[in-house]
């Protein structure tokens, strides 16, 4: 890599972190190219991004963005997930960790927050963003679906009474 490609993947990792939801850091030691690809499609399926990048790079890309105190993480072979949505990249990379003890989670940040590697496993243990929207929705839906219901009620009631007398009527 030359100066001008080191410059370049520096602004493009700045501006990435910068807009990001989370990052979570992990050594990576050990894992084969194959495994790697994995953990790759795996966070790109959930919406995330997986990067290994030079660790004296990473801390320049970091320099003046909310997650700067996270630099000291990257020490040893370190690789970079990232995401828009706080918690997909948590998420896969822990699931990931728990089948694959090689890729070891070191810490993370969300925001101004740094994290450690308990809050980068307390933050995956979250519903998703999704998931937060599809319950919002629902508890929207219930009180109108009850509502309905209760309006309905008394005209069916008054229904079956009008037809009682039709047929009592009809009887007599």
Do not use: C, W
Not at 11 to 19: Q, R
Not at 113 to 141: C, F, Q, W
Request: hydrophobic share 45%; aromatic share 4%.
């Amino acid at each position: 890599m030359d100066r001008a490609e080191k410059r370049e993947f520096v602004t493009t990792l700045h501006e990435t972190f910068k807009v990001s939801g989370s990052i979570v850091v992990a050594h990576y030691a050990g894992l084969t190219v194959a495994q790697l690809n994995d953990l790759r499609s795996k966070m790109r399926a959930s919406g995330a991004t997986v990067k290994v990048a030079k660790n004296r790079l990473a801390k320049i890309a970091l320099q003046g963005t909310d997650a700067e105190p996270i630099a000291d993480l990257f020490t040893g072979q370190t690789l970079v997930a990232y995401a828009t949505d706080p918690i997909a990249a948590p998420k896969v990379a822990n699931d990931y960790a728990k089948g694959n003890d090689k890729l070891v989670i070191l810490g993370g940040a969300m925001g101004t927050t740094a994290l450690d590697a308990e809050g980068v496993k307390a933050l995956a243990s979250m519903p998703s963003l999704d998931e937060l929207r599809a319950k919002l929705v629902g508890m929207i839906n219930t009180p109108a679906t009850r509502i309905a219901g209760v309006l309905q009620a008394p005209a069916g009631q008054l229904a079956r009474v009008f037809g009682a007398y039709a047929k009592k009527d009809e009887a007599a």
